[in-house]
């Protein structure tokens, strides 16, 4: 059983340049989150996607936007990249269910260095 | 913003040692889960605490939870060289919610 894909693994980008992430969900789960993760500091909440659809977002600028696909995987976008977009990019996912509480599995991030 | 806090932020200590690792959050929550991350890594799930559970065990792992304190702490016991690694807890805050926020983490490093 996979869990949680992501790619690439590393890129290295130009500011106001514009960079695609991809991430496949762990099999059997229809949710996907995108968190940053600056160095030193813990992960934070980007936007969830279900059923296609952006349900929650953090507090991040519209340059970042997101899609899901029918197959539940993932992409997030960011344009205009800026010198401190330079981060971990973490993919999770997990199972919509209604009982309190799931388990959210993450994928090994996609290192983005923009200079 | 970050929810909570990690305490200590560094800690090292002896294989063999036990290891133990608190969080305190602001919120109220619906449940509570730690991560491991090794350098530049991904995280990966230790184990979930809910609101109303107040312990759990896993393996060499021990969290509690004092939701009257907002806080949780986390034991590793009889640690190994592999544990060495950064350690953060994650609030969640509804039902079937996929949103956690996460502290700033707590970095353990295991002496051989």
């Known amino acids: 059983d996979a869990g949680v894909t992501q790619s690439p693994t590393h890129l290295i980008k130009t500011r106001g340049q514009q960079v695609t992430l991809r991430c496949s969900p762990k099999s059997g789960h229809d949710t996907v989150s995108w968190y940053q993760q600056a160095l030193g500091q813990g992960p934070q909440f980007i936007f969830q996607?279900?059923?296609?659809?952006?349900?929650q977002r953090g507090n991040f600028p519209d340059r970042f936007s997101g899609h899901q696909f029918p197959n539940y995987s993932s992409e997030l976008n960011v344009n205009a990249l800026l010198l401190g977009d330079s981060a971990l990019y973490l993919c999770?996912?997990?199972?919509?269910?209604?009982?309190?509480?799931?388990?959210?599995?993450f994928g090994e991030g996609s290192w983005l260095t923009v200079v | 913003s970050q929810q909570g806090e990690e305490d200590p932020q560094a800690l090292s200590i002896q294989e063999g040692e036990n290891a133990t690792m608190n969080c305190s959050y602001k919120t109220s929550i619906n449940n509570l889960q730690w991560y491991r991350q090794n350098s530049g890594r991904g995280l990966v799930h230790l184990i979930l605490?809910?609101?109303?559970?107040r312990e759990k065990h896993s393996g060499r792992l021990r969290v509690t939870l004092d939701t009257s304190k907002k806080s949780s702490s986390l034991l590793i016991t009889a640690s190994r060289a592999a544990d060495t690694a950064s350690y953060f807890c994650a609030t969640g805050l509804n039902f079937g919610n996929e949103k956690l926020t996460f502290g700033t983490g707590t970095r353990l490093t295991i002496i051989p």
């Open positions: 605490i809910r609101s109303n559970e």
């Open positions: 999770a996912s997990s199972w919509r269910a209604k009982e309190a509480g799931n388990t959210i599995y």
């Open positions: 996607y279900y059923e296609e659809e952006e349900r």
